[in-house]
């Protein structure tokens, strides 16, 4: 069974640039998760779809971040200017389901100069 | 706010004695408990949990312990091995909330030949 995808894998831009991440879940997952890891801290929960449609995004800066998840299967996150702080590794999780064991993918290593 | 806090950033250990993870948490609301284990360049893997009505869950060389009265995780790993240096993270959530993982700094394990 094939893993989550993520791509690019590293990714350096400047800031005010915009930058976007896509992620391709595991085959049959109807949940999907992107997170921000900060060097330093644990993975932080942005957004959360269930099939197509978002579950929770309260942590997400609607200002400068977007997400999407069309037809239910890849999604794209995408950042709107850029700013140093979001500087990070972003992460994209699957699961089968809300309570079931998420599977993360490698990340996209973004760096804001 | 961080509600999950690994305090060792760093732990070493020599090949075949018992490491031992600590983790702490604030919010009493928090009911089960994760595990992930992170090599670099690759996303974190799920590798143990426990629920709060339990204070010991055990998967082979691994075994976590629930403080609930001093909101306190342990993960042992016993015997250490070569391949368990990776990044460790404690992750939490609230059962309700099952989806929204709350993850500690987590903690490095080099286990030493």
Known sequence: ?113 | DQQVKQNSPSLSVQEGRISILNCDYTNSMFDYFLWYKKYPAEGPTFLISISSIKDKNEDGRFTVFLNKSAKHLSLHIVPSQPGDSAVYFCAASVSLNRYKLSFGAGTTVTVRA
Not at chain 1, 49 to 78: H, I, M
Not at chain 1, 90 to 107: D, K, N, W
Request: glycine share 8%.
């Open chain 1, 1 to 113: 069974e094939a893993g989550v995808a993520q791509s690019p894998r590293y990714k350096i831009i400047e800031k005010r640039q915009s930058v976007a991440f896509w992620c391709n879940p595991i085959s049959g997952h109807a949940t999907l998760y992107w997170y921000q890891q900060i060097l330093g801290q644990g993975p932080k929960l942005l957004i959360q779809f269930q099939n197509n449609g978002v579950v929770d995004d309260s942590q997400l800066p609607k200002d400068r971040f977007s997400a999407e998840r069309l037809k239910g299967v890849d999604s794209t996150l995408k950042i709107q200017p850029a700013k140093l702080e979001d500087s990070a590794v972003y992460l994209c999780a699957s699961s089968r389901g809300q309570v079931e064991t998420q599977y993360f993918g490698p990340g996209t290593r973004l760096l804001v100069l």
